[in-house]
């Protein structure tokens, strides 16, 4: 399996960003799809997931209502919509699979600063 992560980088307090994480080597829509995230100094944790073919996601009572997650499986691509960052949200995200197998992305960073 291998993924290909985009969209990060630095925003501002208030900004908005869209992580891509697109999936290859493996059958993508059976994959339930998530996204993590680690600050420094923090464990891992699940930010958003979404189900194989979509339906019902769920997310971090930290990010309800400002983030947005959601899959093509024809482009065997997952997103995250994140709107009204804080500088809380800096961390490195991840991407992840599961269904029989587990597959993780490299991380991108994201940071919030003004």
């Known amino acids: 399996a291998q993924f290909v992560e985009s969209g990060g980088g630095l925003v501002q307090p208030g900004g908005s960003l869209t992580l891509s994480c697109a999936a290859s080597?493996?059958?993508?829509?059976?994959?339930?799809m998530s996204w993590h995230r680690q600050a420094p100094g923090k464990e891992r944790e699940l930010v958003a997931s979404?189900?194989?073919?979509?339906?019902?996601?769920d997310y971090a009572d930290s990010v309800k209502g400002r983030f947005t997650i959601s899959r093509d499986n024809v482009k065997k691509t997952v997103y995250l919509q994140m709107n009204s960052l804080t500088p809380e949200d800096t961390a490195v995200y991840y991407c992840y699979a599961k269904y029989v197998r587990a597959f993780w992305g490299q991380g991108i960073q994201v940071t919030v600063s003004s």
């Open positions: 979404i189900p194989s073919f979509g339906g019902t996601t």
């Open positions: 080597g493996f059958a993508f829509s059976n994959y339930a």
